[in-house]
Each structure stands twice: as C-alpha cells, then as structure tokens.
C-alpha cells in the first residue's frame, strides 16, 4: 500500500495518512470485514513513523471507516458506512468539484483551493480564542444582522473595493450560498425571470430552477456580460434581475472591465432590473478593479470568506440598500435563527488581528505564481485560453488538438477528474472549454495530462 | 455602578462583567461620548479585582461598545453602534425571548437555558480538539447529508428513544429551524393548509405564514393535541401535514400520552396527512416516553442540540424515508452547502465521547429540581398551572388572582419581562397564559413578582 504523503504540505502528516487511507479504500473498492496491513508495514513501506499510521487508523476508527479487532488489528467498517461516505458526495461530485479524500483523481476543475494549501495556525489560535473568551459565541443565537464586531469589519474591508456603506447595510449569512437563496426568495417569486451569465456559476442555476426562477442567458465575454445581448434581453423579457459575478469570473476566471460596468448599470438602470452582484473571489485578486456596488448603491452584493479562509465555517455576507437587508434578515431568522454565533466570531477574530489579510497575501502571490507556470503549461500543450486571467483561481480553456473525447480519455488515463461539461451552461449545454483550478494545475498529474494532449493528433488537419 | 455578579455561575467572572457592564449602558441610556467610571473604582465598588474589569472593558473595546481615550479611560462609542446592537435584538426580543446582556430585565418566558446554566469545559475541550486534529473540519464543506460519523451518533442516541432507522435517513440541519424550512418548503406549496397545535411554536407560524401555507389550529390539551377537533379539522379541510411539538410542548411544557399518540396516527393515516414532530426538547427528558416517529415511520421526526448544548453551533437533525431525506439533502445543498463542518465535527466529539450525555443528565436533574420549586411558587401565589409538566423547560401558567394587565405591571415593577401575549397563537390572539422557564424562575425577581400577584385582590369576587 503506497501512499501519496507531501512533507512540504501544511498539512500535518496524520491528516494527510488519513485521506490516503480513505484514498486507498475507496479507489481499490476494499471489502468489509476487510484487514488492513499492519501498522508497522505502512510505516516502512512510506517511510513513515509507526505512531503517525496508528493515530490516523484510530482517528478512521472514531469517523466509522475502519473497527479495531483485538487480535486482528484494523479492519474496513461494514459496508453500508463505507457506501455512504461516497454517495454522500454526489453533490459536489458533480457540480462544484471538491478537494478531498472522497476521490483519488486529482480535482482539476475544483472550485476552491486545494486542501493542501490551507493554513491551520491562525484559524485554530482564532478557534481557541474565542473558545476560551467568548461565553456568548459558545452558546447563544447570533443577532438578526450578525454580530455588530464582524459587520463592522466588513464594512472596513468594503472601502478598499470603494464601496462605501455603513455596518446596518451588511447582513451576515451562513456563507455566499445562504445569502444568493435569502436573495432569490425574498425578492424574485416563481415564474419571474432573470439575466444569467453563460458559462456561469452552477449552484446558481440549480438555486433558481428551485425557486421556479427562468433565466435568459447572456454570454460571457472576457470583458463582462455581452452588453449586446443583454440589451436585446432586457428590452424583450423585461426580466427581474441580473446575476453577475464580476471579478474572476466562475468559470472563466475574467473579470469586468470599468466600460462594460458602466454601459451595464445604464442598461439595468433604464429598465429597472435587479443587479446582484457575486464577489466571492475578491479577496484572491490584489488591485481594486471597479465593483458595480461600487458605481451604483441599489446593486445587491454577496461576498464569502468560503474559497480563502474555510468553506466550513460557512461566514459569507450580503450588502444592500436597508429595506431589503431588512427583509432579508427577518426570512434568515425564521427560517434558520441566523447563522453560526461561534464562527462569526472567529471570523471577527482573524479580520481584526490582521491574519485574514496576510493569508489572502500569501495566497494571491502563490496564485499568480501557479497562474503564469499553468498559462505556460496550456500554451505549450497548444490549448486555447478564454481571455488570460490575471488573478484568481480559474483558466478556461480548451485544447486545440485533441477533440473533447480525447481530452476526456486523456485525464482519466492521468488520474485527472475535470469538470462535467454541461456543469456551467444554464441549460446543460456540453462544451469543450474546461475550467481549470491554477492551484492544481501544477500537481504532476496535471501536467502529464496536459503534455498527453498536446501529442495527440489534431483531428481536423 | 452596581454590577450583578454570581460567583456560583459556570460563566467567567470576566464574561458576566461584559455582560453586566452592556447591561448597564442600555438601563441607563448611558449617551455616546460618556466616560465610563474608573476601572479601580468599578472594581471597588463590585468586590472584583481590577485586573477582571480591565479585561472586561477591553472585550468591549473589540466588540464596538467602548472606545478607549488615552488620557481619558473608557468612554461609550459612537451611538451609531450602540443602538445597531440594540435594535438588533427586534427579533429574539418578540417571539423567541432570549436571555442574554441586552436586556437588564429577567426573561422569565425565554425559550432556552439562561447563560449561567451553560458549561464551558466539555464543549471548549472539543472544540480545541477538533481545530488540532481534524483538518477537512476545519476548512471543508461538509457532505450533502451530514458528517457520517455525527448521523451515526444522532442514530445510536435515538435508539433510545425505540426510533430505529438506519444512518441513511438521518441528515444534519443548521438547528431544528433549517429542519423545520426544509421540510416547509420542499414538501409543501403556498396555498395548501396544514394543522398547527395551538398554543405553539411562534417561530412555525412565521415561517409557515413566509411560504403562504395557511394554518389551522388544534387546541393543545395537556396530552396532546385535542383529537376531536383534529378530526373534524381533518374531514373538513383536508390539511396536507401535521406539525406537533410532542414533548415538552413549548409553551405548555406537556407530553403526548400513548392513547393520543395512537389516537392521532390513526387519524392522519386515514387521511393521508403528513406528520413532522418537532422534538428539540426531547435530551431534557429522563423517560423515553412515546414518541410518534417510533410508532410510524413515515412520521419525519425533527431534533436539535441548541436547546442543551449550544444555540451557535447550530447542528440540529431531520429523521425521515430515504426518498424525502434525498430531496431535503438536495435543497439544503443547493440553499446553503450544507452546514457548518466543523460545528458537526465539535458536536460529533461530545456525543462520542459521552461529554453530551452527563451535560443533559445534569441539566434535567437541576430543572427537575428548579420544576419543582415553580410548582410550589405558582401555588402559593394562586396561579392555575396548565397540566402539570413533569420535565423540560416549560410550564404554562395563569394568575387566578390578578388580571392580565396586572400581571404585566407587577412584572415590570420587580424586573421581569413575560413573553408577548400573542406570540404563541397561530392567528396573534392574546391569552393570559405565560410561559414560564423554570431555569429563570428560581431568580429572587421571579420570587418577588409571583409573590406581588399574589397579594393583589381577586377582580371577580
């Protein structure tokens, strides 16, 4: 059993054994009742410590993966647990590819950053902090709004972008996924209609087939929306609302450029329609770049600390005019009691002690590293970028000799999972454009992928 | 500057100076720009030494309520926050009274534990565990229907309650509240009309009255919901669900009785009515006692541990077939990316480790003690007591010898706020029935205020 152990990684060794355990079991459909090889024998053949294998072999024990029979050593858990774990994942198994140990492959079109990249240190002093401070953090409800400390912090990171509001327009939400559903259900209602980008950001799309919202697409170009078409759209549908993610851009990973913001605020404007605009990857770009929230105060904007911080503490927020946030906030109480009073704390802590600010530092410069060496990886394999990102976690792209079939036949052969090729179009149109997540694109399974493609003939020569 | 400390309480003496300290200003309307009293002579003046109220002021400083002026000392912030933190509050304030520092006065009508009952150390403990040791907790998205290993707990401990079900049809909510919204809003359409127990739960009627189903009440009878009426509700209007609070009934603070229980599954079978039983009380009782999920398993049972544990961590449970449990997965998903990960990895160490079972045996020896002693208060103050509760939080309770508008007052004059009259009612009608928390009750406020009642003159005689 060899396992694929990283000792420059931040993350610590026996967490990195257990994923490779879990890894192990579900690529070689290990049976139940099943004995793992000893200890002793893990650990010599991946030149590891004998304790490091058992503490993560007792830690799959308390997660229910494997039992511990006396005399026998470890043993694979009854199926039914094992089945679960996977069927679990079918969710971000198919539209928002996730990191993790679920799956061997490596997540080429993930949407956030790889798990190896994550920085524990300042998260679990934050953690212990206000476990050991803040009796009302541990235990009540969180306000309405969210907790006045970590709106206020908000707020302050707000005027970097320009955009300059006060603390009673943030509305704290359990991540930028709570906030798009208050959004949806508050102020759209079945059978309205909305302006979509295309390709854009799935969970979007699903939210608002949920909610009976229709949506028209308009085609992302480098530069933003086609402002064309979306003129055409609106003076034919009179839609609702535009749903915009403006900077990095999922999947494209592009961002607005300050003409088409302008000439798509006058659009919107003249017509009345809704503008929410999705932020959530500001914090990986270093520049300010023109926010539509901040050229015009009626847009809508959401924002999350989801794809830098931690998808698990689930804090993201909503910035609009009063009267909407406080209805948003009055649908976020009854129908959830507000968000996690505990992680809006430790996200106070960590954006008032500086720490959040240096980490997205850290991870914007090991972005743009990772973006020029990947640029370069799909130039050399001949593939065709969509606009040349210049920060963020996304490239899209397609090869320009291998067709979709092959390029598909390519990545399983290298143990590269990409994204579903229907994932971003609002109507489940395939495509051969890919999303490529740049902080894994340098993994060597990547890059073997990436050469393999290159080699292939060209199909129509 | 008298502050209320109680050296006996669980919480730090820091946090209650915090508390006290919020408590203060808001009684006192204390303006903006005020210096507060110096640290050494708060500290003199409260027994306390000044290094706790040093500490104290500075928490307050981060919070937002205090500026510290070199030169000056502490002085109150800008109004802008104080009265944000304030307003803020609307929501708890109405419905669901919350105990907590931003009201002076006693909550004898709140619907959790009061701050002083909460413990720290087992919960504090895990949460240092889980930020040391479990990195998906830390920064990933948790599975679509929960962290296997905390359905695998959440199963195991209802099997105590003979609700046998395997883990499949366990899923994990962010509290009962997204239990209860799920399931409002994936097997339900505005327009169709549910029965709703009456009184009952404020919080229900809200969100029932959000997604436009219309209610019909059931009187609730100190053993459950009065069946002669649910029938004719049932044959006359063919309601789509049932929603029951069995145990515990908030505000009655009764329990279903088996011949109800069976009564009532026989009428909704019939009928073919959806039953959602909302059992977040249910850890505060020592018997099992019969609940309805255990005699009918289509029955889609509600639970949650922010009543015992903790209202931050927000992890509560939905129980129901595998093919509702799939679509509530999908909705919870596509509305929020699931829960918090690492609040169910804190919450999955407590019930594995047996933190959680010895907290609630505590907490149900100390109500059972505090119950009693109620009881005895409400007797000697001539209150009817509505059926006797015999566990939980709750008793529902009238004064015989003052009318409503002197209850009110009385309560005012001795620092007691009671629940709104109008809060537990479906359609806002206003009863002289309070709720009362026997864990607030025992305060020398209560003592005082029941013994006030008491010695008004009878209205009618």
Redo the contacts between chains.
Sequence with gaps: MELRIDRQAL??V??QIV?ALVCWLHCNEVAPGVRLPAVRQIARINLLSQSCVLQACE?LV???VLESRKGVGFVVATR??AV??RQ?????QDAEL?P??ASCELQLGCGGLP?SW?E?DD??YA??QV???????????????GL??LR?QIRKSLEKLDINV???RVLTT??A??GL?LIVRTLLKPGDCVVVESPGYP?LF??LR?HGVSMLEVPRTPHGPDVCVLETLLLKHRPRGLFINSFHHNPTGCSLVPMVAQRLLQLTKQNDVLVIEDDVYADLHSGTGTRLAALDDSVIYVGSY?KTL?????VGFVVAGAEVISRL???K?????G?????ESVMTCLL?NGAYRKLVQRQRQRLNTDRQATLQLLEDAGWEVFGKPVAGLFIWARSRTSDCAQVQAEARRHGVLLSSATAFSPVGEATDWQRINVACARDPRARAFFRATASNRPQAF
């Design positions: 993350v610590p026996v967490q994923d830690r308390v997660q229910g039914e647990l679960q774990v679990d994942d079918w969710w971000l996730k993790g140990p798990e994550r524990t998260l679990s953690i212990r476990s050991r401070t803040d009796m009302a953090g541990l235990f009540n409800y969180s306000t309405s709004l006045p400390a206020q006060d603390d009673s359990a991540g996924s709570q559903d969970m699903d939210l949920l989801s931690s998808s698990s503490l689930r906030a009055e649908v109480m009854i129908s959830s009691m968000a996690s009073r505990f992680c008032a």
